[in-house]
């Protein structure tokens, strides 16, 4: 499981869906629940958490030309080849970030070990976490039960 800390920069709504922005350093993504989490403010720090099957790669950079807007550049740092599905670890701006693609896709776009990649992270597969101070129960149960 890939995870990297932000911090919520917007939460946008309307009856059916939530649009949260969250940044790290100079780099801003955007993901899509069906409700903003009730304990999810804006400034907050958040841990997010995405699965390694659920990262798409490109060769090189990919700007406008997919529906997927957050876009990760990188170098491929290490591979791990099989027969069906290739690991593809590349570091980025978030840290090391782990991929799971099919290894005839790995060989059709010729990856190897220091190529430039573009990681292509969709809105509805990052998950959120609180961020809590571990030092005090008291916080961390009014942040993650606190009602309306």
């Known amino acids: 499981m890939n995870a990297f800390t932000a911090r919520v ?6 009856e059916f869906f939530s649009c949260i ?9 955007k993901l899509i629940k069906t409700e903003t989490p009730k304990w999810l403010r ?4 958040v841990e997010c958490r995405i699965q ?10 990919k700007e406008g030309s997919v529906s997927i807007e957050n ?12 027969v069906v599905l290739s690991e593809v670890s590349v570091v980025t701006p978030c840290g090391m970030m782990n991929s799971l693609i099919t290894t005839d ?3 059709r ?13 969709k809105a509805v597969d990052i998950k959120l976490l609180p961020v809590l101070d571990s030092t005090s129960y008291e916080k961390c ?4 039960y606190q009602v309306n």
């Open 71 to 82: 876009h990760l550049s990188g170098e491929l740092q290490h591979f791990r080849k099989g």
């Open 105 to 107: 896709a790995f060989e």
């Open 109 to 121: 776009m010729e990856l190897c070990a220091g190529c430039e990649v573009t990681l292509l992270l």
């Open 52 to 61: 390694e099957a659920a990262i798409s790669i490109c060769k090189g950079a």
């Open 9 to 14: 920069e917007s939460i946008k709504s309307d």
């Open 141 to 144: 149960k009014d942040k993650l």
């Open 42 to 45: 804006i400034g907050d720090e």
């Open 21 to 29: 922005t969250i940044r790290v350093k100079d780099k801003a993504f």
